[in-house]
């Protein structure tokens, strides 16, 4: 079943006031999303496997700690995860980047896709699908089916907010899957909107509004 952990951490917490803030401009809506996101990171690498190597000091020889599991990967799905990438990047500068474009089709309302390309050995990452905003759930949803459908094994989910509605969408299908959010919000509105929410955040990233 998957695991969903809120990264309540007073750093992000601060952050996420002035995110939803809408007298917050663009230029530092991006910078705090940044921010948020390596933070995040941080606590949703928490259990990554470690290996020991032998290494030099100026000192002497000793034993120490490396990365030893599987490479990672970061998936925005477009267009708001975008904003999400470069503060993670910091943190793990050696993963590769795909990208997801999905979208609803209004009378089917099945998903489409218009864009998906994938590292070549995405089945053998640890891939980490990003999207600002975990609202009805059903992008993250049809992104990480599409990732199942092309190999991805090892997948786990980070929002900076979430419904709860979201997570249960997630979570009923695709329970193999971990979720990381910076805070779980009250509801949705009737018109999908996550209450308090921040609004739509690809308008507030990239001045579309």
């Known amino acids: 079943m998957s695991k969903v952990t809120q990264i309540a951490h007073p750093l992000i917490l601060h952050k996420l006031t002035f995110i939803r803030d809408k007298e917050t401009g663009a230029k530092d809506f991006r910078e705090l999303v940044e921010e948020v996101s390596m933070l ?14 032998e ?14 599991g599987k490479k990672m990967a970061i998936v925005p799905i477009l267009r708001a995860g975008l904003g999400m990438v470069d503060g993670m ?9 795909g990208h997801i474009g ?3 089709d209004e ?6 896709e218009y864009f998906c390309k994938l590292p070549q050995d995405i089945a053998d990452r ?7 905003m975990l ?24 929002c900076l907010i979430s419904s709860p509605e979201g997570i249960k969408h997630v979570m009923e299908n695709h329970p193999d899957v971990d979720i990381y959010v910076g805070a779980i919000d009250e509801k949705l509105n009737e018109n999908g909107y996550i209450v308090p929410g921040l609004g739509d955040a690809g308008d507030r990233l990239f001045g579309t509004k």
Do not use: N, W
Not at 40 to 53: N, V
Not at 126 to 132: A, G, L, M, N
Not at 149 to 157: C, N
């Open 40 to 53: 995040m990171a941080y606590e949703a690498t928490r259990d990554l496997q470690l290996r020991e190597i």
């Open 55 to 68: 290494i030099e000091t100026p000192i002497c020889k000793t034993k120490s700690k490396v990365l030893a």
């Open 89 to 97: 990047l910091k943190l793990i500068p050696a993963a590769k980047v």
């Open 102 to 104: 999905l979208y609803r």
């Open 135 to 158: 609202a009805t759930g059903g992008s993250a949803v049809d992104a990480i089916t599409l990732l199942k459908q092309k190999g991805a094994r090892y997948i786990r989910l980070m």
């Open 126 to 132: 640890e891939v980490i699908v990003v999207d600002p």
């Open 107 to 112: 009378e089917t309302l099945q998903p489409v």
